[in-house]
């Protein structure tokens, strides 16, 4: 897993890039896991079962950095974004 990787994936849940294998959440034999981060995702479950796609943009729209965007603003792309992942179809 380089930088120089076409597809970079990205985490399911979160929206986060996962670049290095420590960036991969972990199943439960251990292997990585092909989805999630490892902040959302570990032995198997999910960190915080009980997050919402409204709680998780809010977290997200904390990354949107940009002039003349509103937090509202910000939270709504966010939730756009996430909106697409696998965890909250
Ligand atoms: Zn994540």
Known sequence: MTLAEPN???????NMEMFEDSDFG???NETLSVDYC???YQDG?????DLT???????ASDFIEADNVTMAEAKAISKAIL???KRWQ
């Open 8 to 14: 970079v994936p990205i985490c399911q849940s979160c």
């Open 26 to 28: 972990t199943e439960a």
């Open 38 to 40: 490892t902040h959302c």
């Open 45 to 49: 479950a999910f960190v915080d079962p």
């Open 53 to 59: 796609i409204d709680q998780m943009s809010a977290i």
């Open 83 to 85: 909106s697409n992942l």
